[in-house]
């Protein structure tokens, strides 16, 4: 008889939970559903050889979250280009890896946030709050160098993480972006908003703003 590899099994119940919750919702989703998605026996209590609780399904997967998120963060952090465009088009498509990276478990977090703040919190907190206050970071030390004009780096951070969060949130929840753009469209303009929020010189042949 082949022997189930414990870590494997661990790894199938916590992806399955998380599949489940996402598409069912956490309530809707009993620990005999769960067991049943991994070909386990739905009676057989084997989801708590690996976790004690359904809940506990939850922490762990936010926990591996918030690892492999802070180490997508790092990579970012460590090759921002030296072009403000540039680093506004990374800073973009680092947002969307955020959200796009566990999806489901992002679909969860805007259901149940309520329900289970103290599991949420540290995920807002340790990825989607970051990414604001990275971003007024580069914007605050963009002003210190002079390439960039804002009277608030923080407030202006806001407005930009927050349109390029609503572009996937958007789309994991209803399946339609804004103006059911396409994504490098959509990149495209709000890289220009950006650069003229923030008072970057243009481009060459473009005209500047007025």
Not at 75 to 98: N, T, Y
Not at 101 to 127: A, S
Not at 166 to 183: A, M, N, Q, V
Request: charged content about 25%; overall charge neutral.
């Amino acid at each position: 008889m082949a022997r189930t590899n414990p870590g494997v099994t661990r790894r199938r119940i916590l992806d399955e939970a998380i599949r489940l919750f996402a598409l069912r919702g956490y309530d809707a989703t009993s620990v005999t559903d769960i067991q049943q998605a991994c070909g386990l026996a739905g009676g057989s209590g084997a989801l708590y050889k690996h976790f004690p609780s359904k809940q506990a399904l939850l922490e762990t997967a936010v926990r591996r979250n918030l690892g492999t998120m802070a180490l997508r963060r790092q990579e970012v952090v460590e090759r921002v280009p030296d072009d403000p465009r540039e680093a506004l088009r990374m800073m973009a498509r680092a947002v969307w890896d955020v959200i796009d990276g566990d999806r489901d478990l992002v679909r969860i977090m805007l259901r149940e946030f309520t329900t289970f703040p103290e599991i949420f919190e540290p995920m807002w907190q340790g990825v989607l709050a970051t990414l604001y206050r990275e971003c007024a970071t580069w914007i605050e030390a963009q002003r210190a160098l002079g390439v960039v004009k804002v009277a608030d780096p923080e407030a202006t951070a806001a407005v930009l993480i927050s349109s390029l969060t609503y572009f996937p949130l958007l789309d994991l929840l209803i399946g339609h972006t804004p103006g059911d753009l396409g994504r490098e469209a959509f990149l495209a303009a709000w890289t220009e908003h950006a650069a003229r929020t923030l008072a970057l010189s243009p481009r060459p042949g473009l005209p500047r703003a007025r």
